[in-house]
Protein backbone atom coordinates (compact mmCIF):
# COMPACT_ATOMS: atom_id res chain seq x y z
CA UNK A 1 0.00 0.00 0.00
CA UNK A 2 2.37 2.04 1.10
CA UNK A 3 4.85 1.75 -2.42
CA UNK A 4 1.65 1.88 -4.41
CA UNK A 5 1.01 5.26 -2.50
CA UNK A 6 4.54 6.77 -3.44
CA UNK A 7 4.09 6.07 -7.22
CA UNK A 8 0.44 7.23 -7.66
CA UNK A 9 1.34 10.36 -5.71
CA UNK A 10 4.27 10.91 -8.04
CA UNK A 11 7.03 10.12 -5.32
CA UNK A 12 10.07 8.43 -5.52
CA UNK A 13 10.93 5.80 -2.56
CA UNK A 14 14.35 4.43 -0.58
CA UNK A 15 13.47 1.20 0.78
CA UNK A 16 14.56 0.68 4.46
CA UNK A 17 15.29 -2.85 5.88
CA UNK A 18 14.52 -2.79 9.31
CA UNK A 19 17.49 -5.66 10.22
CA UNK A 20 20.11 -3.38 8.61
CA UNK A 21 22.65 -2.06 11.77
CA UNK A 22 21.48 1.30 12.91
CA UNK A 23 24.08 3.40 11.68
CA UNK A 24 23.92 1.81 7.41
CA UNK A 25 20.40 2.85 8.08
CA UNK A 26 21.20 6.50 9.49
CA UNK A 27 23.46 7.09 6.79
CA UNK A 28 21.51 6.15 3.60
CA UNK A 29 18.37 8.34 5.44
CA UNK A 30 21.31 11.13 5.31
CA UNK A 31 22.52 10.28 2.21
CA UNK A 32 19.25 10.27 0.32
CA UNK A 33 17.77 13.42 2.15
CA UNK A 34 14.31 11.69 2.35
CA UNK A 35 11.82 13.76 4.55
CA UNK A 36 9.35 11.30 5.41
CA UNK A 37 9.42 7.78 6.50
CA UNK A 38 6.56 4.98 6.18
CA UNK A 39 6.74 2.43 8.23
CA UNK A 40 4.83 0.76 10.86
CA UNK A 41 4.70 0.22 14.92
CA UNK A 42 6.63 -2.66 14.91
CA UNK A 43 9.88 -1.28 13.66
CA UNK A 44 8.83 2.30 13.99
CA UNK A 45 11.73 2.67 16.86
CA UNK A 46 14.70 1.71 14.12
CA UNK A 47 15.00 5.17 12.84
CA UNK A 48 14.29 6.68 16.35
CA UNK A 49 17.26 8.71 16.35
CA UNK A 50 16.75 10.42 13.26
CA UNK A 51 14.68 13.56 14.73
CA UNK A 52 14.45 15.38 11.15
CA UNK A 53 12.26 12.89 9.64
CA UNK A 54 8.78 13.27 9.62
CA UNK A 55 7.24 9.58 10.20
CA UNK A 56 3.55 8.43 9.33
CA UNK A 57 2.73 4.73 11.04
CA UNK A 58 0.66 3.01 8.60
CA UNK A 59 -0.98 0.92 11.02
CA UNK A 60 -1.88 3.70 13.31
CA UNK A 61 -2.79 6.19 10.88
CA UNK A 62 -6.96 6.08 9.92
CA UNK A 63 -7.18 6.54 6.37
CA UNK A 64 -11.10 6.13 6.55
CA UNK A 65 -11.72 9.74 5.84
CA UNK A 66 -9.14 9.86 2.78
CA UNK A 67 -10.07 10.04 -0.80
CA UNK A 68 -10.67 6.81 -2.54
CA UNK A 69 -9.96 8.67 -5.89
CA UNK A 70 -6.62 8.41 -8.45
CA UNK A 71 -4.11 11.05 -7.51
CA UNK A 72 -4.61 13.44 -10.36
CA UNK A 73 -0.56 13.30 -11.13
CA UNK A 74 1.20 13.22 -14.44
CA UNK A 75 4.36 11.03 -14.61
CA UNK A 76 6.82 11.23 -17.23
CA UNK A 77 9.36 8.08 -17.67
CA UNK A 78 12.25 10.11 -16.59
CA UNK A 79 10.32 10.44 -13.25
CA UNK A 80 12.05 8.76 -10.75
CA UNK A 81 10.70 5.32 -9.17
CA UNK A 82 12.67 4.61 -6.30
CA UNK A 83 16.89 4.50 -5.10
CA UNK A 84 18.10 1.62 -4.35
CA UNK A 85 21.30 1.43 -2.09
CA UNK A 86 24.07 -0.60 -3.49
CA UNK A 87 25.05 -3.08 -0.87
CA UNK A 88 28.81 -1.41 -0.08
CA UNK A 89 30.59 -4.31 -1.08
CA UNK A 90 33.66 -1.81 -2.38
CA UNK A 91 33.18 1.20 -0.29
CA UNK A 92 30.14 3.30 1.61
CA UNK A 93 26.40 2.07 -0.38
CA UNK A 94 25.30 4.11 -3.72
CA UNK A 95 21.83 4.99 -4.15
CA UNK A 96 21.08 3.76 -7.34
CA UNK A 97 18.15 6.08 -8.96
CA UNK A 98 15.81 4.35 -10.95
CA UNK A 99 13.21 5.73 -13.51
CA UNK A 100 9.41 5.04 -14.12
CA UNK A 101 10.43 4.35 -17.68
CA UNK A 102 12.69 1.92 -16.82
CA UNK A 103 11.20 0.13 -14.77
CA UNK A 104 7.67 -0.09 -16.33
CA UNK A 105 9.38 -1.03 -19.34
CA UNK A 106 11.15 -4.12 -17.45
CA UNK A 107 8.14 -5.14 -16.26
CA UNK A 108 6.33 -5.40 -19.79
CA UNK A 109 9.05 -7.58 -20.83
CA UNK A 110 9.00 -9.97 -18.07
CA UNK A 111 5.35 -10.25 -18.15
CA UNK A 112 6.38 -11.86 -21.76
CA UNK A 113 9.41 -13.66 -20.76
CA UNK A 114 9.58 -16.03 -18.85
CA UNK A 115 5.81 -14.69 -18.58
CA UNK A 116 3.13 -13.92 -16.08
CA UNK A 117 -0.29 -13.93 -16.62
CA UNK A 118 -3.87 -13.37 -14.42
CA UNK A 119 -4.07 -16.90 -14.14
CA UNK A 120 -0.27 -16.82 -11.97
CA UNK A 121 0.15 -17.37 -7.95
CA UNK A 122 3.66 -15.70 -7.25
CA UNK A 123 5.12 -16.28 -3.82
CA UNK A 124 7.34 -13.40 -2.75
CA UNK A 125 10.40 -13.79 -0.71
CA UNK A 126 12.43 -11.28 -1.26
CA UNK A 127 13.15 -8.59 1.11
CA UNK A 128 12.03 -4.73 -0.24
CA UNK A 129 15.30 -3.66 -0.04
CA UNK A 130 16.90 -5.54 -2.73
CA UNK A 131 15.96 -4.61 -6.33
CA UNK A 132 14.64 -7.86 -7.11
CA UNK A 133 11.18 -7.47 -5.31
CA UNK A 134 10.04 -5.16 -7.30
CA UNK A 135 8.94 -8.12 -9.91
CA UNK A 136 7.56 -9.83 -7.01
CA UNK A 137 5.57 -6.92 -6.15
CA UNK A 138 4.50 -5.01 -9.68
CA UNK A 139 4.81 -7.76 -11.94
CA UNK A 140 1.30 -9.63 -10.20
CA UNK A 141 -0.72 -5.99 -10.22
CA UNK A 142 0.33 -5.41 -13.77
CA UNK A 143 -0.34 -8.65 -15.10
CA UNK A 144 -3.84 -9.49 -12.78
CA UNK A 145 -1.85 -12.02 -11.03
CA UNK A 146 -1.94 -13.41 -7.06
CA UNK A 147 1.01 -12.70 -5.10
CA UNK A 148 1.50 -14.42 -1.51
CA UNK A 149 3.97 -12.76 0.76
CA UNK A 150 6.04 -14.77 2.43
CA UNK A 151 6.41 -13.92 6.32
CA UNK A 152 10.38 -13.76 6.75
CA UNK A 153 10.17 -16.79 8.89
CA UNK A 154 8.89 -18.75 6.52
CA UNK A 155 10.82 -17.56 3.44
CA UNK A 156 13.98 -18.93 5.59
CA UNK A 157 12.71 -22.13 6.04
CA UNK A 158 13.23 -24.67 3.19
CA UNK A 159 10.10 -26.72 4.20
CA UNK A 160 7.71 -24.15 5.54
CA UNK A 161 8.20 -22.66 2.39
CA UNK A 162 7.59 -25.60 0.14
CA UNK A 163 4.04 -25.94 2.03
CA UNK A 164 3.34 -22.54 1.06
CA UNK A 165 4.15 -22.70 -2.32
CA UNK A 166 2.04 -25.98 -2.71
CA UNK A 167 -0.86 -24.90 -0.25
CA UNK A 168 -1.13 -21.65 -1.82
CA UNK A 169 -1.16 -23.39 -5.57
CA UNK A 170 2.02 -21.15 -5.95
CA UNK A 171 3.08 -21.37 -10.03
CA UNK A 172 6.01 -18.49 -9.43
CA UNK A 173 9.01 -18.41 -7.66
CA UNK A 174 12.13 -15.54 -7.56
CA UNK A 175 14.62 -16.38 -5.87
CA UNK A 176 18.56 -16.89 -5.11
CA UNK A 177 20.47 -19.88 -5.80
CA UNK A 178 20.65 -19.79 -2.19
CA UNK A 179 17.17 -19.75 -1.32
CA UNK A 180 16.43 -22.52 -4.15
CA UNK A 181 19.44 -24.30 -2.84
CA UNK A 182 17.51 -24.42 0.53
CA UNK A 183 13.94 -25.55 -1.19
CA UNK A 184 16.23 -28.26 -2.90
CA UNK A 185 17.44 -29.57 0.40
CA UNK A 186 14.17 -29.65 1.85
CA UNK A 187 13.04 -31.90 -0.22
CA UNK A 188 10.50 -30.20 -2.17
CA UNK A 189 9.24 -30.84 -5.27
CA UNK A 190 6.88 -28.45 -7.71
CA UNK A 191 2.94 -29.99 -8.11
CA UNK A 192 1.64 -27.60 -10.48
CA UNK A 193 2.60 -28.11 -14.22
CA UNK A 194 4.85 -25.65 -15.42
CA UNK A 195 5.83 -23.94 -12.34
CA UNK A 196 8.19 -20.99 -13.07
CA UNK A 197 11.48 -20.94 -11.38
CA UNK A 198 13.76 -17.27 -11.96
CA UNK A 199 16.90 -17.73 -10.52
CA UNK A 200 19.19 -14.95 -10.43
CA UNK A 201 21.48 -13.31 -7.49
CA UNK A 202 24.68 -15.29 -8.24
CA UNK A 203 25.72 -18.24 -10.59
CA UNK A 204 23.38 -20.78 -10.87
CA UNK A 205 25.41 -23.85 -11.05
CA UNK A 206 24.66 -27.03 -13.14
CA UNK A 207 23.93 -29.61 -10.15
CA UNK A 208 21.73 -27.17 -8.84
CA UNK A 209 20.03 -26.64 -11.98
CA UNK A 210 19.39 -30.43 -12.78
CA UNK A 211 17.57 -30.74 -9.54
CA UNK A 212 15.17 -28.44 -9.65
CA UNK A 213 14.59 -29.60 -13.44
CA UNK A 214 14.11 -32.91 -12.24
CA UNK A 215 11.61 -31.24 -9.45
CA UNK A 216 9.77 -30.19 -12.24
CA UNK A 217 10.48 -26.62 -12.43
CA UNK A 218 10.68 -24.21 -15.43
CA UNK A 219 14.08 -23.03 -14.73
CA UNK A 220 14.79 -19.21 -15.62
CA UNK A 221 18.19 -18.13 -15.67
CA UNK A 222 18.21 -14.46 -14.42
CA UNK A 223 21.05 -11.57 -14.99
CA UNK A 224 21.21 -7.80 -14.17
CA UNK A 225 22.93 -5.51 -12.22
CA UNK A 226 21.08 -2.59 -10.24
CA UNK A 227 22.35 -0.02 -12.39
CA UNK A 228 20.45 -1.69 -14.87
CA UNK A 229 16.93 -2.21 -13.64
CA UNK A 230 16.68 -5.26 -12.02
CA UNK A 231 17.47 -8.37 -14.57
CA UNK A 232 19.00 -7.15 -18.34
CA UNK A 233 19.13 -10.83 -19.74
CA UNK A 234 17.04 -14.44 -19.57
CA UNK A 235 17.90 -18.09 -20.30
CA UNK A 236 15.52 -20.75 -19.77
CA UNK A 237 17.87 -23.20 -18.54
CA UNK A 238 17.43 -26.46 -20.41
CA UNK A 239 20.84 -27.37 -21.97
CA UNK A 240 23.69 -25.75 -19.65
CA UNK A 241 24.05 -22.31 -17.94
CA UNK A 242 24.65 -19.16 -19.35
CA UNK A 243 22.69 -15.61 -18.92
CA UNK A 244 20.82 -15.83 -22.18
CA UNK A 245 19.77 -12.57 -24.17
CA UNK A 246 19.32 -9.40 -23.49
CA UNK A 247 15.35 -8.35 -22.62
CA UNK A 248 14.02 -6.00 -24.98
CA UNK A 249 15.37 -2.30 -26.12
CA UNK A 250 18.73 -3.75 -24.14
CA UNK A 251 22.23 -4.23 -25.27
CA UNK A 252 25.01 -6.26 -24.02
CA UNK A 253 28.50 -5.79 -25.12
CA UNK A 254 32.30 -7.89 -24.34
CA UNK A 255 34.39 -4.56 -24.58
CA UNK A 256 38.53 -4.55 -23.37
CA UNK A 257 40.11 -2.26 -21.61
CA UNK A 258 39.78 0.54 -24.27
CA UNK A 259 36.10 -0.21 -24.89
CA UNK A 260 36.54 -2.07 -27.89
CA UNK A 261 34.63 -4.88 -28.88
CA UNK A 262 36.25 -8.06 -28.35
CA UNK A 263 36.09 -11.28 -30.60
CA UNK A 264 34.04 -14.50 -30.25
CA UNK A 265 35.67 -15.94 -27.31
CA UNK A 266 37.72 -13.87 -25.90
CA UNK A 267 37.38 -12.43 -22.20
CA UNK A 268 36.70 -8.88 -21.66
CA UNK A 269 34.22 -6.97 -19.55
CA UNK A 270 30.48 -7.20 -19.79
CA UNK A 271 28.74 -3.33 -20.95
CA UNK A 272 25.03 -3.31 -21.08
CA UNK A 273 22.63 -0.10 -22.49
CA UNK A 274 19.52 0.01 -22.67
CA UNK A 275 16.35 1.87 -21.82
CA UNK A 276 17.03 -0.04 -18.86
CA UNK A 277 20.22 2.26 -17.29
CA UNK A 278 19.50 3.97 -14.24
CA UNK A 279 20.02 7.42 -14.17
CA UNK A 280 22.75 7.37 -12.15
CA UNK A 281 24.60 7.51 -8.33
CA UNK A 282 22.50 9.90 -6.06
CA UNK A 283 24.07 12.98 -5.88
CA UNK A 284 27.59 10.86 -7.47
CA UNK A 285 28.08 13.00 -10.54
CA UNK A 286 31.72 11.90 -11.14
CA UNK A 287 30.92 8.25 -10.44
CA UNK A 288 27.70 8.19 -12.79
CA UNK A 289 29.51 9.33 -15.24
CA UNK A 290 32.10 6.54 -15.20
Known amino acids: MGL ?3 LKAGGAYVPLDPELPAERLAYMVRDSGIKLLLTQSTVSDRLSST ?13 SSESAQNPDVILHGENLAYAIYTSGSTGKPKGVMVRHGALSHF ?16 VAVTPLSFDIAAL ?3 LPLISGARMVLAPKDVARDGEALGRLINESHGTLLQATPASWRMLRDSGWSAEHLGFKGLCGGEALTADLAQDLLGNGVQLWNMYGPTETTIWSSVSE ?9 AIADTKLYVLDASLNMVPAGVAGELCIGGVGLARG ?10
Open 107 to 122: MLDMQQRPGMTAQDVI
Open 4 to 6: LGI
Open 136 to 138: EFY
Open 281 to 290: YLDQAALSAE
Open 51 to 63: SSLQVLVLDAVDL
Open 237 to 245: AKLGQNIGQ
